[in-house]
């Protein structure tokens, strides 16, 4: 039998049926602390409960696309500071009993970039809201989405450590005190800023001098801040590790 005759003979119905959905842990700083999206659901199951903006795979999408749609949706971003959004596949969780619909199973994805608009709910919502995570632990959400949620902020904090990631929570231009407060938010640690200066400007491609300077000496005066871009550098060797009290306990800290 060739391709075309086994195509033309082949019957999905005789498998049991699966969906895919994404689900988008979608991270940004607002007033100083790290927040993250999330929706109340307006539909069963688990209607009420806070959960992750995410829904079914389109047909003709494939899973960035439907986690940028997504994140649309729930953010009213569009176009161009749509595109500007870090997005990266999470993980995969198929659990058989993570949905009571059937067998679903879901890509998350993890998303964040700076001054991400105010949350406006999306069809099957009833609400939308940037919750600081410090404050997640007074939320139930839905399904397994907090396994997803933790997953997503070890990814973020770690990532932090070997990529020039926290850059995409900035401004294009930036100083690196400004820098130094996006690990400290995401960290949930204060840093020594000559330490963590020093430690950023012997990163080869790390961030480059945009060869200006801010407007304005810093809240206490002094000398007005050096300004800087993101380099060119995809991993940061050597890595800008937590410390050891952040890190999970399956972690050793390479010194």
């Known amino acids: ?18 969906a895919v959905t994404v689900d988008v842990v979608a991270l940004t700083i607002r007033d100083g ?10 539909e069963q199951p688990h209607a009420g409960l806070w959960a992750l903006p995410g829904g079914f795979v389109r047909p003709d999408e494939d899973l960035v696309t439907a986690a940028r ?17 870090h997005v990266e596949q999470l993980a995969s969780y198929g ?24 949350a406006t709910a999306g069809t099957d919502a009833d609400e939308a ?11 139930q959400l839905a ?19 070997y990529t020039p990631l926290a850059t995409r929570f900035l401004a294009p231009e930036f100083t690196i ?7 400290e938010t995401v960290w949930g640690h204060q840093l020594h800023a000559g330490n963590f200066h020093r430690k950023v400007l012997s990163v080869p491609g790390f961030v480059e001098s945009t060869g200006a300077s801010t407007e304005r000496g810093g809240t206490r005066g002094g000398p007005r801040a050096r300004l800087y871009r993101a380099g060119d550098a995809r991993l940061l060797h050597p890595a800008l590790l937590r410390p050891a009290l952040l890190r999970p306990a399956r972690e050793e800290t390479v010194r």
């Open 1 to 18: 039998m060739n391709e075309q005759d086994f195509l033309a003979a082949y019957d999905p119905h005789a498998y049991p049926a699966v």
């Open 33 to 42: 602390a790290l927040h993250l999206l999330l929706i109340r659901r307006g």
């Open 69 to 85: 749609r997504e994140l649309a949706e729930e953010t009213g971003l569009a176009g161009e500071p749509l595109r500007r959004v």
């Open 95 to 118: 659990a058989p009993d993570r949905d009571p619909r059937m067998r679903i199973v879901s890509i998350a994805h993890l998303a964040f970039a700076p001054d991400l608009p105010d």
């Open 129 to 139: 809201a940037w919750v600081a995570v410090a404050e997640l632990t007074n939320r």
């Open 143 to 161: 399904f397994d989405h907090g396994q997803i949620v933790a997953d997503g902020l070890e990814r973020a904090r770690s990532k932090l450590e």
């Open 177 to 183: 005190g400004e820098l130094r407060a996006v690990y």
